[in-house]
């Protein structure tokens, strides 16, 4: 399995930026895929951005097209999602997950075979 570590949460203003990180054990075919998800108490995980690195495409859920950018640096088996203009609705805990798919379907978490622990980010109004 995937070894995934994020970095980078913490508490905001809204309005401000934050830039989380999630590296990876390994670049091969089974981290294909990464993305990041997002879940509040109560709600089911929520696909946030998706970056398939060999063709660098980019995925992204519709409320946060503008204002998130999903990155790699291959060189440091890492992915980035730089979040700007937050919202105290994106606050969550933002995981990092790999996969061996392609972006059919970005968004199920269960096509997703590897999980990091996950970073809280809390936006205050």
């Known amino acids: 399995q995937v070894q995934l570590a994020e970095s980078g949460g913490g508490s905001v203003q809204a309005g401000g930026s934050v830039r989380l990180s999630c590296v990876t054990s390994e670049y091969t075919s089974r981290s294909r895929m990464v993305g990041w998800f997002r879940q509040v108490p109560g709600k089911e995980r929520e696909g946030v951005a998706a970056?398939?690195?060999?063709?660098?495409?980019?995925y992204y859920t519709e409320s946060v097209k503008g204002r998130f950018t999903i990155s790699q640096n291959n060189a440091r088996n890492t992915v980035y999602l730089q979040m700007n203009s937050l919202k105290p609705e994106d606050s969550a805990m933002y995981y990092c997950?790999?996969?061996?798919?392609?972006?059919?379907?970005?968004?199920?978490?269960?096509?997703?075979?590897?999980w990091g622990q996950g970073t809280q980010v809390t936006v205050s109004s």
């Open positions: 970056i398939n690195r060999p063709d660098g495409w980019r």
């Open positions: 997950a790999a996969g061996s798919m392609d972006g059919d379907r970005w968004y199920e978490a269960g096509r997703y075979a590897s």
